[in-house]
């Protein structure tokens, strides 16, 4: 069931992937629903529900996303960061989370999924300190002015933040200041979900 739901949203979303990435990507969820029972990693309890809302979303940013280093900021249970890793095992991809429950849950996902692309770290993001990234991916973290504040010290110059949001985020983009430019946005389509979904592209000037 759960195999069918992800290829049929898949091929809505025009994303081809080898037998191989599907599996590790169910792999995962069996991991993320097994792991949620007793961690409350997500609020969204129903593994069916994981597919469009977890996996799908973050797999919707697939085309859009550049860069070699890459930064997931408040990655919670490893998203967008975990299936960018599975479908991109040549990047390499740091997964920053502050809570101790999910960053054991993304350790053990590396061990268990053989994922070498991933680096799990348990840190707040303005204390965080490491060569600096080509790209820095955000679900659901705060406003653009917070994401942009808290991590702009990890991004090259000429980097790109890809920020993913509900609705057109408007009133975020305009408090922006001008160490950053909106090059982009991209509205996201994702299979079996309701409401807006919308990729922002930021480069750092």
């Not at 960053?103 to 070498?116: A, H, M, V, Y």
């Not at 490491?130 to 504040?149: C, G, K, Q, Y």
């Amino acid at each position: 069931m759960y195999q069918a739901l992800l290829k049929t949203g898949l091929k809505k979303l025009q994303i081809e992937l080898s037998d191989d990435k599907i599996e590790l990507l169910l792999a995962y969820h069996g991991l993320l629903a097994k792991w949620n029972k007793a961690y409350n990693l997500t609020a969204v309890r129903d593994p069916q529900d994981m597919i469009g809302r977890h996996l799908l979303d973050s797999l919707s940013i697939l085309p859009h996303v550049e860069g070699e280093r890459i930064l997931d900021v408040g990655t919670g249970p490893g998203l967008p960061g975990i299936p960018l890793a599975i479908c991109h095992p040549e990047k390499d991809i740091t997964l920053l989370d502050s809570n101790g429950k999910k960053t054991r849950f993304l350790t053990q996902s590396k061990i268990e999924l053989k994922l070498s692309n991933i680096t799990p770290v348990q840190s707040r993001i303005e204390k965080y300190e490491a060569p600096l990234f080509d790209a820095i991916t955000s679900r659901a973290f705060a406003t653009l002015e917070d994401m942009v504040n808290g991590s702009i010290h990890l991004l090259k110059s000429g980097g790109y933040f890809f920020a993913m949001k509900g609705v057109y985020p408007e009133d975020e983009i305009q408090q922006l200041d001008d160490r950053v430019s909106v090059v982009d946005c991209f509205v996201l389509h994702v299979p079996g979900e309701e409401g807006e979904r919308h990729l922002v592209k930021i480069k750092k000037n």
